[in-house]
């Protein structure tokens, strides 16, 4: 692991989109573990780092399975309790539909069953000590960030670019306008440290600066 703020970590064997750690005392959260290919290598990096006894809660960014895919095994490794967005919840049993073809073809490409189940957020929520959950809707409807002091978890709400954020592209888009809206909120959130699902972490202050 690569240590990116105190008490952050970022996981190096993840597949498919940026995994972080966060530390909390003896307590450990994983957020979005990726693909489910890449659920052994998470699990060997996370025991080589004498933590995977200390994984207590499993924060998910978005149903895509590419952020979840290898939550399933980590919580049955773990018996932790798996944080999810709840209108992104319907999308794991099939009870809801996707918004775009793109997305409707990902839909084939399941999530295997939480053995312990799922604890859905609306935004607003503690699901680890120091870690708030933003709603931040439109790249998926149920879509969270979640802030820990300094640090955004934006997961695919928006990515970074060198001078500001940027859409990512409308086919996998669930609702444009909503997910420009979510832009903002990251936007005025007033984080430093700016921590994707996608591409290199960014500073934020030179943003700031700017405005
Ligand atoms: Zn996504």
């Known amino acids: ?39 052994n290598a998470v699990l060997r990096e996370l025991r080589g780092a004498a933590l995977l006894d200390k994984v207590t809660d499993i924060l998910v960014t978005h149903s895509d399975i590419d952020h979840i895919g ?32 793109f997305r409707r073809l990902l839909a084939y490409w399941p999530v295997s069953p939480f053995e312990h189940g799922l604890t859905l957020l609306d935004g607003g929520e503690e699901p680890f000590p120091g870690v708030r959950a933003v709603a931040t809707p439109g790249h998926t409807p149920g879509h ?22 940027r859409q990512l592209p409308g086919f996998i888009t669930s609702d444009r306008e909503r997910a420009r809206e979510s832009e903002r909120l990251i936007a005025e959130l007033g984080a430093r440290w700016f921590f994707p699902g996608h591409g290199r972490a960014r500073d934020l202050s030179s943003l700031t600066r700017r405005s």
């Open 1 to 39: 692991m690569e240590s990116v703020y105190p008490s952050v970590y970022r996981l190096r064997h993840s597949a498919g989109s940026n995994g972080y750690v966060v530390l909390d005392g003896a307590r450990a959260a994983v957020i979005d573990p990726g693909l489910p290919l890449g659920a």
């Open 144 to 165: 969270m960030a979640f802030v820990f002091r300094e640090v955004v978890f934006a997961g695919d709400a928006v990515l970074g670019t060198s001078s500001g954020f």
């Open 70 to 101: 290898a939550a399933p095994a980590l919580q049955a490794a773990t018996r932790a309790r798996v944080w999810l967005g709840r209108d992104d919840a319907g999308f794991l049993d099939g009870t809801r539909r996707a918004a775009t073809p």
